[in-house]
């Protein structure tokens, strides 16, 4: 069992920085895959970056590239999404999740743990 626990979420005007942590739990955090996904209201759940767990493979959803990078740091177990340049259409509800399988993909239904999520929104 892991959980993983969101934060940072909040309100930012257009082209505002955001960064957002998750903090996860286990022994074998370090050899999980890690993603990031978000959902707006009234739409599905999409991709917006995921990292292996070498950090070899890092992939990002195209509406995010050169905008966010992901990050993590294995020895506090944590996994930070930093975004910047922010845009309205960027409000959603964030979550983290972990694949055990170890290896980055953007299929929502390849991740096993998920976050509560945390709140991201980005004023006009």
């Known amino acids: 069992q892991v959980d993983l626990v969101e934060s940072g979420g909040g309100l930012m005007s257009t082209g505002g920085s955001l960064r957002l942590s998750c903090r996860g739990s286990g022994p074998n955090f370090s050899a999980y895959a890690m993603g990031w996904f978000r959902q707006a209201p009234g739409k599905e759940r999409e991709f917006v970056a995921a990292?292996?767990?070498?950090?070899?493979?890092?992939h990002y959803a195209d509406s995010v590239k050169g905008r966010f990078t992901f990050l993590r740091d294995n020895a506090v177990k944590t996994v930070y999404l930093q975004m910047n340049s922010l845009k309205p259409e960027d409000t959603a509800l964030y979550y983290c999740a972990a694949d055990p399988e170890g290896m980055a993909t953007i299929r929502a239904s390849e991740f096993t743990y998920w976050g509560q999520g945390t709140q991201v929104t980005v004023s006009s």
């Open positions: 990292q292996s767990w070498t950090g070899a493979a890092v």
